[in-house]
């Protein structure tokens, strides 16, 4: 018999729902009009109303909101969970396959390096600091160190978006470049944590090699074969004239491949990813579905997410300014230079490299998501995962105005070399 939430549960659920989503939402906006992603604001809702401030302060309040009725808190972490599905669903629209190939060369350039060297100076440095800094109740420094290299890998998308929006940036060649070099980044960026994912699973240092190959097959599926398939599906509910099919028909596809990579053994977030990238590059799911669908995720269920990720820790029991501070210039540093070569042997000039370099250093929801994932299966500690969440803060906060400031750098002194116009006799 399925158990149900009894009224006083559902009425406690309400309450958590309202209590979290309202800070979320007002301090979300809040940074919005500071120029600044909603994405902060959201988890410092979480940070204010959780153990950390209110926990700490008004211990007996918390512990009635969130902890005396756990079938509500459990209702509530599963309404958070459907939001990072839908979220990381909506970032897959984002990955243009087309425009991967025309900027193919440039983009590819600068994302292998932009992976590589903080791939390894991630994981080096994770290695060599690990019973210092990083061991945890995992107690695996291979896998530990496999997803630092990774997580500092990875570009968020959706930031470096709203970034080049901002900047008025995305359709010039530069804006193209690093948003097509962000693309290649995530999607290689996930195959990665998959497999790191089944490493831990695995419970060795030994995978499973058709584990690994399985998650690997069934991304190439869903960006060849599967995405023909999503398309069809797609055109079919679309034959009825009716919005609401062709929408139904993705989100059952996204809670299809959710599922799918579920059962690999690989989060469903990676699985809601792929699809993403399918369903958004059909012409049959246009634009008004990605729109509503982006509007009620970003401003109703991801901000339960984010908030969500405030209220797992005690922020301040758990701050390690030693360790906040080696994440972040590690993170940094690795994810500078390797952008800044890449850019330099695609043939860019030097601001236009370090522009480049700066807005792929850009870190958004992924590693959020990814530290969360690694902190519930014990890869990371709770200060180690603090130092994660303020490096995503900080990087945020800088790529947008460090890259505007050496975007317009370069065009100030191309126009100072164009020649001036004759003058008529």
């Given amino acids: 018999m399925i158990a149900k939430l009894s009224s006083t549960e559902i009425i406690h659920f309400l309450l958590i729902l309202l209590i979290v989503l309202v800070p979320a939402r007002l301090l979300g906006e809040l940074c919005r009009r500071y120029k600044l992603p909603a994405i902060i604001g959201e988890i410092f809702a979480g940070i204010i109303i959780g153990p950390t401030l209110v926990g700490a302060f008004f211990p007996e309040l918390f512990k009635n909101l969130f902890l005396a009725a756990p079938k509500a808190t459990g209702a509530f972490d599963g309404i958070a969970n459907i939001g990072i599905i839908l979220l990381m669903f909506i970032a897959g629209f984002e990955v243009d396959l087309k425009q991967i190939r025309r900027n193919g060369k440039q983009a590819i350039s600068i994302s292998l390096t932009g992976i590589i060297f903080p ?17 945890n109740g995992f107690n695996n420094q291979l896998v530990t160190s496999l997803f ?24 010039t060649r530069i804006g193209n470049i690093v948003l ?32 690994v190959i399985n998650v690997v097959l069934f991304a190439v599926f869903m960006v060849t ?22 929408f139904t028909v993705a989100i059952v596809l996204c809670f299809i491949g959710a599922a799918t990579t579920e059962a690999l053994g690989v989060r469903a977030v990676f699985g809601a990813f792929l699809v993403g990238v399918a369903v958004g590059d059909s012409a049959y799911f246009t634009d008004m579905h990605k729109q509503v669908l982006h509007q009620f995720t970003i401003n109703v269920l991801a901000p339960l997410f984010f ?20 994440i972040l210039i590690i993170a940094s540093l690795a994810k500078l230079i390797g952008a ?9 000039n030097r601001n236009e490299s370090i522009a480049v370099a ?27 995962f603090e130092g994660l969440v303020v490096m995503t803060v900080v990087t945020m906060v800088i790529s947008g105005p460090i890259m505007k400031y050496y975007f317009l750098k370069d065009q100030q002194l191309q126009l100072a070399d164009t020649p001036a116009p004759p003058v008529p006799a």
Avoid: C
Wanted: charged share 15%.
């Fill in 358 to 384: 700066f807005g792929m250093n850009a870190r958004g929801s992924q590693e959020i998501v990814l530290g969360l994932l690694a902190l519930q299966a014990k890869i990371i500690s709770g200060p180690v």
């Fill in 307 to 326: 908030a969500s990720v405030g209220l797992r820790l005690n922020y301040i029991a758990n701050f390690n300014v030693e360790i906040v501070l080696l």
């Fill in 180 to 211: 097509t070099a962000a693309m290649v980044d995530d999607f290689l960026g996930w195959i990665l944590f998959s497999i790191i994912i089944q490493m831990m699973n695995a419970g060795k240092e030994q995978v499973s090699f058709w584990a």
């Fill in 340 to 348: 800044r070569i890449g850019s330099a042997l695609s043939g860019m």
């Fill in 148 to 171: 630092f290299g990774t997580a500092l890998s990875i570009t968020a998308l959706s930031v470096i978006t709203k970034i080049l929006l901002d900047l008025d940036m995305l359709k």
């Fill in 119 to 135: 791939f390894l100076i991630g994981f080096l440095s994770v290695w060599f600091l690990y019973k210092s800094h990083f061991a």
């Fill in 225 to 246: 074969g599967g995405r023909w398939i999503v398309h069809r599906l797609l055109a079919f509910a679309g034959r009825s004239g009716r919005i609401s099919h062709v």
